[in-house]
């Protein structure tokens, strides 16, 4: 194994359990590159009701990485108003490129600014922090990188002071976002409350410690419905005009005029509308098939130096929580934010839909994890993500 097929080598791990301590986690390369973003005022936007963009522009940062990649294998992370990633150093002028041309086009589409940062693995750990991961297997077909060591999550806070920036390019070609799409309606919840949790160990806190923590709050997760996985069997509804379609429509458009690509995806998403009404097999496309995959390939829970989840949560399990993280807060163990909202939303990225490939990230469909996060600050000082 070398550097730079690393990850790929890295064994992917059935249960996620079994990562709540941090036996299951690996060091990444020491000449390995971290990369974050994130959206300037994404509270701002959460308040405008405009929360369905910010996670589109998050996901959109994993979804030009992997077509820049052509599909080779990486450890990122989506965060809801950005997302962050590792690359060894035979992608780090790529890395540079992508984000450099993101933040131009995210100026341009939306109106939105994107902080955008790169900074060498061994600046990291020359800080006493770690950057620590693990490869989740979801399903047989995806799996998600985990993080733990609190590097990310210090390279975020250097990114926000605008340390390591990764200028824009306002000359660079539109990134390919081949795969992005939103067009899904979010989905009500059926167990009275969309909860989203962000738990980070307080400064100092044993690694054991919170792994414990981290272990009691997935057993409460378990007592749920498939785990509080807020996505149901049937999948998500596809109404029609879809709702995010002008979204993807300005994340698809290249250099294409927005109104011809607009209509392109109503008719596209009229005709795959009526196959999953019909659930009706048209070629290597089972609409039935492709929705159990979609529930399966997605990260409603994931470690990013800390614990994040999207429940689909019963009032009595959101009590519980609260009050274990409470007295775990007292303690001195741990800083944690919750929101409560009525609706998940999914955001994919679907290279094929006749392959099981696709993810799809979940996130609360009012604030989710950025509101999460800006409780979490408000309570305990910190600066999340995005503000």
């Known amino acids: 194994m070398t550097s730079d097929t690393f990850y790929a080598s890295l064994p992917k791990a059935p249960d996620f359990a079994s990562l709540s301590g941090p036996e299951g986690f690996v060091p990444l390369p020491p000449d390995w590159h971290l990369c974050c973003t994130d959206i300037v005022n994404s509270t701002g936007l959460v308040a405008a009701g405009r929360y369905k963009t910010v996670n589109m522009i998050g996901a959109s940062v994993i979804a030009a990485m992997r077509n820049a990649l052509q599909g080779e294998a990486f450890p990122y992370i989506f965060g809801g108003d950005g997302a962050s990633f590792a690359v060894p150093p035979c992608h780090r002028e790529t890395a540079e490129q992508v984000l450099a041309a993101l933040r131009s086009w995210t100026e ?33 077909h995806a799996d998600f990188a985990m993080f733990s060591g609190g590097g990310l999550a210090w390279a975020e806070a250097q990114m926000k002071a605008g340390a390591f920036e990764v200028a824009a390019a306002p000359q660079a070609d539109p990134p390919d976002l081949s795969g992005l799409s939103c067009r899904w309606s979010n989905t009500p919840a059926r167990n009275g409350i969309i909860l989203s949790v962000v738990a980070q160990p307080a400064p100092g806190t044993p690694a054991q410690a919170f792994a414990r923590l981290s272990a009691d709050l997935l057993d409460m997760a378990g007592e749920l419905e498939s785990n509080g996985h807020p996505v149901p069997e049937t999948g998500p509804k596809l109404q029609f005009p879809p709702a995010g379609f002008a979204l993807e429509a300005h994340a698809s458009r290249g250099k294409s005029p927005l109104v011809l690509r607009k209509l392109y995806l109503l008719a596209h998403s009229a005709f795959a509308a009526l196959l999953f009404i019909t659930k009706r097999r048209v070629g290597g496309f089972d609409p039935v098939h492709y929705l159990s995959v979609l529930k399966a390939n997605s990260d409603f829970r994931k470690f990013d130096d800390g614990l994040k989840m999207t429940l689909d949560c019963t009032p009595e399990i959101r009590d519980r929580i609260r009050m274990h993280l409470d007295q775990a807060a007292a303690e001195g163990l741990v800083h944690f934010g919750l929101h409560e909202q009525d609706a998940a939303m999914v955001t994919c990225i679907v290279p094929s839909p006749v392959e099981d490939g696709h993810v799809h990230f979940v996130d609360g469909a009012a604030g989710g994890y950025t509101q999460a996060a800006a409780n979490l600050a408000a309570a305990f000082g910190n600066r999340p993500r995005g503000l």
């Open 108 to 140: 341009a589409e939306y109106g939105i600014g994107l902080r955008a940062a790169m900074l060498p693995l061994s600046w990291v750990r020359a800080e006493g922090l770690d950057v620590q991961i693990a490869r989740y297997a979801v399903s047989e």
